[in-house]
């Protein structure tokens, strides 16, 4: 199926999901399903991850390689959500989210690259490095290596037990 150019932001526009579920066609291999199944399990996806960060913000990073203690885990009201917009796992998404608007599937690594990079929004730690090499001028698909390092005169690809695993 092929998501045109804007169809992100029409989804709120279609009818309520059908009962109709997705059907494979075998002599084409592709996915057919109804708008409103894909928007359903577009916002259920949306509605999952911001639940997700909500719920996490709380003890992230405070418990490295351990799960965190029942008795630790927050409590979960109806308003815990409120805060999932400030979460950059959301708003790095929809940046991309936007490219997909924009430019569609014809839309390249440099375009989601460029958004990335010139967004205003805060970032940190895996994805403030990612940003700090795409305005170094460090090719999109080389940004998200682990172990390599830009300037602009030399890629550096450092090989060690922690960089390939």
């Known amino acids: 199926m092929r998501i045109l150019p804007g169809a992100l932001s029409l989804l709120v526009l279609l ?12 002599a084409t291999g592709d996915l057919v399903m109804p708008l409103g199944v894909l928007r359903d399990k577009i916002e259920g ?36 959500v409120t805060n999932s917009l400030n979460q950059d796992d959301l708003y790095v998404d929809m940046t991309f989210a936007k490219v997909l608007d924009d430019k ?6 440099e375009d989601f690259g ?14 403030l490095a990612a940003r700090r090499n795409l ?19 030399t890629l550096i690809f450092r090989s060690s037990p922690t960089s390939l695993a």
Not at 15 to 26: G, L, N, R, Y
């Open 114 to 127: 460029a958004a990335f990079r010139d967004a205003k929004y805060p970032l940190w730690h895996a994805n």
């Open 135 to 153: 305005k170094r001028g460090c090719p999109q698909p080389c940004r998200g290596l682990r172990g390599t390092t830009y300037t602009r005169t």
């Open 15 to 26: 009818p309520a999901p059908s009962a109709t579920p997705a059907e494979s066609s075998p």
């Open 45 to 80: 996806g949306w509605a999952g991850q911001m639940i997700g960060v909500s719920f996490g913000a709380p003890t992230e990073f405070r418990f490295k390689n351990a799960m965190v203690p029942e008795d630790k885990l927050p409590k979960w009201t109806k308003d815990s």
């Open 104 to 109: 569609g599937l014809d839309a390249t690594t």
